[in-house]
């Protein structure tokens, strides 16, 4: 069951990257076909695009960590072992695709903004964060069954 768990876990964490790999191809194309014209960065349009998707990468990157662990310690505490792991699962996705979004929105906008290089940044941010996500059975297993804090 847990290896079933972690192929279905893969599927989201290699689609967002696949997902942004594509879209990012097509904004370059986009942007290089003239079908939009670049903005300039500091612009009140850019300065907004590049505030979003900051504010998004603070936000989204430590919560999305946080929140699952906090799941985790619940979720650990279930004992019905199928209600678990299907708890497991749906915390591990919505962690994929939160700590990841940002990587969504800023390869697109680093070609809108005509290669400004800040946004290669954050989504170097968010890569990390996605990093981070990559689910494992090893990491599954500590995940629920988490070790008591000795001080």
Known sequence: MEKEII???NWYYY???ALTVCVAIVMY??????FFATIDPQSTIGQIAQ????FDVLLT?????WKHKK?????AKIEDEKTRLEAYRKSATMRIILVSNTMLFAFPL???LGGYMSMLWVAAISAIGWYF???TEKKMYFELHPQEEQY
């Open 7 to 9: 192929k279905q876990l």
């Open 15 to 17: 689609g967002i990257m």
């Open 29 to 34: 194309l986009l942007v290089i076909k003239h």
């Open 51 to 54: 505030y979003v998707t900051i």
């Open 61 to 65: 990157v430590p919560g999305g960590l």
């Open 71 to 75: 799941k985790c310690a619940k979720i």
């Open 110 to 112: 680093y070609y809108l």
């Open 133 to 135: 996500t990559k689910p």
